[in-house]
């Protein structure tokens, strides 16, 4: 289901909020509808994913030395 933020610019209050098409969010502080939608910053909650930063998790060491002339390893 697609969670959006707003921030209200009422009050400024900042939530997330469902929102289907054709329908009008409310703040859920001061109940204004003057709000503003933010990025798509958020996060499944409760769903520990293994996504983004995979790389260079402890060189297994493959032989791929990149110094070269001798420097560090002799
Ligand atoms: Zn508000």
Same mark, same amino acid.
């Given at each position: 289901?697609? %969670?959006?933020?707003?921030? =209200?610019?009422? =009050?400024?209050?900042?939530?997330?909020? &469902?929102?289907?098409?054709?329908?009008?969010?409310?703040?859920? !502080?001061?109940? !204004?509808?003057d &709000?503003?939608?933010? &990025?798509? &910053? %958020?996060? !499944?909650?409760?769903?520990?994913?293994?996504?983004?930063?995979?790389? !260079?998790?402890?060189? #297994?060491?493959?032989?791929?030395?990149?110094?070269?002339? #001798?420097?560090? =390893?002799?």
């Amino acid at each position: 289901m697609p %969670i959006y933020g707003f921030s =209200c610019n009422a =009050c400024e209050k900042q939530f997330e909020t &469902l929102v289907r098409s054709s329908d009008t969010p409310e703040c859920p !502080s001061c109940g !204004s509808t003057d &709000l503003t939608r933010q &990025l798509a &910053l %958020i996060a !499944s909650p409760g769903k520990g994913g293994e996504d983004a930063g995979s790389f !260079s998790s402890g060189n #297994g060491g493959g032989g791929g030395h990149t110094c070269g002339g #001798g420097c560090c =390893c002799g």
